[in-house]
């Protein structure tokens, strides 16, 4: 294990309500639904179980996902109109989401959940038609793609947590 890290918490994942007050309310329990399948998929692990590879010549990680996501969550960020903040998405060859350090493991995660915080913040009290600055996206067009792209790549940590440790589920 890397000096001085410990293994990820478990967070606790709230089910969304069946029946949602609005439509912005249901958009953001199931993201945030999203968001907390992927850290429950990387509950109970070492920084070098986060850091495993899939199956050559694949380079995806749990890790890995965490990294990207937290650019993903950069579609917000849009909104805030304050300067960007490398969260880990370059997706060239030696790209920082597919390059992963088990030692930055704890940074990486924060640097995550500083993502989804600022995201929260950038959107908070928004109209879902209002328009990505410079771009032709809604806010609810963006809570849709992300709702998406998050469920795809909880499906990838499915199979990656499966491989390390034998876990399955939601």
Sequence with gaps: MVAGMSTWSTPERVEPPNNPIDERAALEDRLDFQRTTLLLKCGGLTPEQLALRSVPPSKLSLLGLVRHLSGVEA???EYDDKPDH??????GPGAA??????SRADDDLA???????????????????????GEDYTLRWIYLHLIEEYARHNGHADFLRERIDGATGE
Excluded: T
């Design 75 to 77: 579609w917000f960020h």
């Design 86 to 91: 490398l969260y880990f998405w370059d997706y």
């Design 97 to 102: 989401g597919v390059e992963v350090d088990p």
């Design 111 to 133: 640097s995550y959940q500083a993502s989804v915080a600022r995201s929260r913040e950038a959107v908070a009290g928004l109209s879902l038609d209002a328009v990505s600055p």
